[in-house]
């Protein structure tokens, strides 16, 4: 069967369609996606360009794959960031196929582990990373400190100071 669209390695000529593919993708109001840019896309093509990979069709960037190692203080720990298709190239195995180049790219580099970290409402992706083979480490949730309002309140230190005292 032909595939709506190839997968190649990823070259710095592809990085200002990667960078409006996943402006385009991606929810930017929201975190983790609001961290994207295009240090987010240097920081893997620079570190590790073989796992760093686009779908292509018809001459135009359709969808990407970006991920590198070291995994924050884990040396051999690929980590496996970014990943898009354009909506009309979803559902058609393409991620799988950009999944599957890049950790082929990052075990060949010597991966001892890969990791994907995943919004919990981001339902598509959690499917993937399953039927990739990936399994639930662990799950971080992303807490706000009271507003600003909050340094107007009494200085919680120094009321037990006070009370101990
Ligand atoms: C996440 C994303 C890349 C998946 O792409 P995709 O093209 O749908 O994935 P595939 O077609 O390769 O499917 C991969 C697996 O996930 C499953 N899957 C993906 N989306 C699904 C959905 N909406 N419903 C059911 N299953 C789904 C598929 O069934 C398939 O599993 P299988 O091989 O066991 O059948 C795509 O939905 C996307 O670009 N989302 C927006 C960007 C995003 O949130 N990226 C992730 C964070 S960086």
Same mark, same amino acid.
């Given at each position: 069967m032909t595939s709506i669209a190839d997968i190649r390695p990823m070259t710095s000529e592809d990085v200002p369609e990667v960078l409006k593919t996943g402006n385009d993708v991606? @929810?930017? @109001? %929201?975190f983790p996606y609001s961290t994207w840019s295009l240090s987010a896309i240097a920081k893997h093509l620079d570190q590790q360009p073989e796992a760093c990979h686009v779908a292509h069709s018809e001459g135009a960037v359709v969808g990407f794959i970006l991920a590198s190692m070291p995994f924050l203080t884990h040396q051999h720990w690929g980590h496996v960031e970014w990943i898009a298709l354009r909506p009309g190239f979803q559902g058609r195995a393409l991620a799988s196929k950009l999944a599957d180049a890049s950790l082929r790219a990052l075990y060949g580099a010597g991966a001892t582990r890969v990791v994907a970290d995943i919004a919990t409402a981001n339902r598509q992706s959690k499917l993937l990373a399953r039927s990739l083979g990936f399994t639930e480490l662990t799950t971080v949730s992303l807490f706000a400190a009271p507003s600003? %309002?909050?340094?107007?309140?009494?200085d919680r230190a120094v009321e037990v100071a006070a009370s101990e005292a």
């Open positions: 991606f @929810d930017t @109001d %929201e600003l %309002e909050w340094i107007k309140t009494p």
